[in-house]
């Protein structure tokens, strides 16, 4: 591999790791390949484990309980910058193992906040060689060659994707994009270079129009309702190809509505808190019985690292809290946490809503020992004392009602994503 300067990768100002590839590239792979901490911790609980009566048993869904990885890991998580893969980027770092980060950066909602999760990440974790965080599409052919080629991740988590069910609907071709190419040419790579296991965030919206109340992995879920519903029902069909063609071992992972603090300023928890904290109406689409099964964010991450640590050969695993909440119920614990009245304004359903989303999440418990722990109630009293911390103080000031699917369209991913960029230091620190 041609490692002179003029091969080197465009990355992150601040990620010293990369800075350092320049002048000192004899050895920096192999020196990359090696835990430069300790692992302090593993998620693995044995004790999990304990009840082996059915151990060797095919288990519902076909599969089988996989000894837990236990020792030092290069994950590779795309969408580092987001949500939820910050929240395992953070974990990951946090027990010991190394990261590697690639983000395109979008604006499907605003930008700072994802500039406010690298930040985050990088004052905790400045050493060299810990963090590496990548700025770029992962559709871009050279980039991402380049990438795997210096960095050679043998894990990779894949949450890097265009999410929200309704922009999907009003912009179907950056969920192709994003979701369906970007995830199968992460695939071609895992495959050309020997990754050992290929977590991926799929999403409960592919149980669409589902007339059951309790979601299990072995329903039949060919009639996706929106185009982001059908690019990760794409996405699961084409991780099962990469399984049988190449065995990639793979876990496709359906998140259940997931929020928490720094959650995605689009999605009804933060909006909810949001508004109703600044005495602004908000939306009940429906009568407010429809429900959803929210899941607190320690326990998507708990789910996500389990399920990196156990690489299946190929898997779906719901992961969600595994019980519902009304949407009457939740605007009630957003007043009790906000202590605020909410303005309600009733509104008819959404086209590609689904009524009721909830979790048979026992596949995930047996195999991957698996169970979410914190309540829905605690969960928002979580958030909501967050955003009076993070947002009351004017740290970050974001603007809800501008964001994705306050019909503030994303705009088209071919028109952002030119090419890798040096990610600009954060002007706000969260
Ligand atoms: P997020 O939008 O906060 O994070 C996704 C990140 O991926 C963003 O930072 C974005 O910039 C990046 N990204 C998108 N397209 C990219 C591309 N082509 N190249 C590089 N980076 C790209 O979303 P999240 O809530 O953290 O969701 C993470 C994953 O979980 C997504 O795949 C999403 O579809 C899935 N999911 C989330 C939920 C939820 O409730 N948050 C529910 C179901 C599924």
């Not at 922009?167 to 969920?175: A, E, F, H, L, N």
Request: net charge negative.
């Amino acid at each position: 591999m041609d490692k002179t300067p003029s091969n080197k990768l465009h990355h992150a100002v601040s990620m010293s790791a990369l800075a350092s590839q320049g002048n000192n590239d004899d050895n920096s792979v192999e020196e990359k390949n090696c835990p430069s901490i300790a692992r302090t911790e593993s998620t693995v609980c044995f004790t999990d484990f304990s009840d082996s009566s059915d151990d060797e048993s095919e288990t519902k869904g076909g599969g089988a309980k996989v000894q837990p990885h236990i020792g030092y890991k290069k994950v590779l998580v795309t969408g580092g910058a987001g949500f939820i893969g910050s929240n395992v980027a953070e974990y990951l770092l946090e027990r010991g193992d190394d990261v590697v980060i690639v983000d395109e950066m979008n604006d499907y909602y605003d930008v700072r906040i994802k500039e406010s999760n690298l930040s985050l990440l990088r004052e905790k974790y400045p050493e060299k060689h810990r963090l590496q965080i990548y700025r770029g599409d992962i559709c871009d052919t050279e980039f991402m060659m380049k990438l795997f080629e210096i960095e050679r991740p043998e894990w990779v988590c894949h949450m890097a994707a265009r999410a929200g069910v309704r922009p999907s609907i009003q912009d179907p071709y950056v969920y192709i994009h994003s979701n369906i190419k970007g995830t199968t040419h992460l695939m071609e790579l895992c495959h050309k270079f020997g990754v050992k296991n290929f977590v991926f965030a799929s999403s409960s919206s592919v149980y669409g129009g589902s007339e059951s109340t309790f979601f299990s992995e072995d329903e039949v879920v060919d009639c996706p309702v929106s185009p982001y519903a059908a690019s990760k029902k794409a996405c699961e069909l084409l991780a099962y190809t990469y399984h049988h063609l190449y065995q990639l071992n793979v876990s496709a992972l359906r998140f259940f509505t997931v929020f928490g603090p720094r959650g995605r300023p689009d999605m009804a928890p933060f909006k909810f808190i949001d508004r109703v904290s600044r005495g602004l109406e908000i939306q009940q689409f429906g009568d407010g019985s429809s429900s959803r099964d929210y899941t607190y964010i320690t326990d998507i991450v708990d789910g996500v690292v389990r399920a990196i640590d156990r690489p299946h050969k190929y898997e779906v695993f719901n992961l969600g809290k595994g019980s519902g909440t009304s949407l009457k119920e939740f605007i009630d614990l957003v007043q009790k946490h906000t202590g605020k009245e909410a303005k309600i304004k009733v509104m008819p359903d959404q086209p590609g809503d689904v009524p009721y989303t909830c979790a048979d999440v026992s596949k995930a418990k047996k195999l991957l020992g698996y169970e979410a722990k914190v309540p829905f109630d605690e969960g928002i009293r979580n958030t909501a004392a967050w955003y009076k911390e993070a947002y009351n103080t004017n740290t970050i000031e974001i603007c809800p009602e501008l964001q994705a699917n306050g019909l503030g369209r994303a705009p088209s991913m071919v028109e952002i994503a030119t090419s890798a960029a040096v990610v600009q230091p954060p002007t706000i620190s969260a």
